[in-house]
């Protein structure tokens, strides 16, 4: 029991931790997903911007697009057609904000929301 508190206890320390920036610098921190409601799968990574890094394969074109756009929620990307198939994934943001949105397949949500999500 004891252990279990103390544990519960660390995990914000942890997160903190985990978040910080180092040295005191100021770094825009995203943890971005996108997981298929039907195939079972998730992805995630994390994005940092000013200055870019993070395991995001795309960061430097993904920073600019949430720069552009003030936020990932106000992020838009080309819109190329897609096919007509019903494969639900969601796609979440934490950073500076909290994103969630239901993209019909995989094809709009990189439609929508270009490199951010390309991962």
């Known amino acids: ?38 195939e079972g799968w998730v992805r995630q990574v994390v994005l940092e911007c000013d200055p870019v ?9 993904a920073c600019e697009a949430i720069a552009e756009a003030g936020s990932v929620e106000g992020v838009t990307g080309a ?8 494969a639900p994934v969601v796609a979440t ?6 994103y969630r949105q239901e993209f019909p397949n995989h094809c709009v949500l990189l439609n929508d929301k270009g490199a951010v999500f390309d991962f």
């Open 79 to 86: 819109q190329n057609p897609c096919p007509m198939i019903y």
């Open 93 to 98: 943001a934490h950073g500076e904000g909290v």
């Open 1 to 38: 029991m004891k252990r279990t508190a103390l544990a519960l206890l660390a995990v914000p320390a942890l997160v903190s931790a985990l978040v910080a920036p180092a040295h005191g610098e100021a770094v825009e921190r995203h943890v971005l997903s996108v997981q298929s409601e039907s």
């Open 53 to 61: 890094g993070g395991t995001h394969p795309r960061a430097e074109e």
